[in-house]
């Protein structure tokens, strides 16, 4: 069975550090483009990083540029979300999910699998 476990997720101060981590099991991540999104509470989902397995190339958002690095273990088969100087508005949940299509140019509809979400709050 395909299936993501994501971790990492908390409450975190304004300015502080994350990292979420995306372990999957049930099949192996080389021939995928695993994606990062979020939604916070009222808004739809929106695509924050993405990572190509097969050849390590990646794609951040604007809004996290500078900030956020998406990075993968291939022994591990996890991808890793390294959240830097984070602020109030990166509050959202993190969901990571997997696109067969190998591509980080498509939208979240193209994604196959998705894990269940961790909480990310910024608050003082």
């Known amino acids: 069975q395909l299936q993501f476990v994501e971790s990492g997720g908390g409450l975190v101060q304004p300015g502080g550090s994350l990292r979420l981590s995306c372990a999957a099991s049930?099949?192996?991540?080389?021939?995928?483009?695993i994606g990062w999104f979020r939604q916070a509470p009222g808004k739809e989902h929106e695509g924050v990083s993405c990572?190509?397995?097969?050849?390590?190339?990646?794609y951040r958002a604007a809004s996290v540029k500078g900030r956020f690095t998406i990075s993968r273990d291939n022994v591990k088969n996890t991808v890793y979300l390294q959240m830097n100087s984070l602020k109030p508005e990166d509050t959202a949940v993190y969901y990571c999910?997997?696109?067969?299509?190998?591509?980080?140019?498509?939208?979240?509809?193209?994604?196959?699998?998705w894990g269940q979400g961790t909480q990310v709050t910024v608050s003082s």
């Open positions: 990572i190509r397995i097969s050849d390590g190339s990646t």
């Open positions: 999910a997997a696109t067969r299509l190998n591509s980080c140019l498509v939208g979240a509809d193209e994604y196959e699998y």
């Open positions: 049930g099949f192996t991540l080389d021939y995928y483009a």
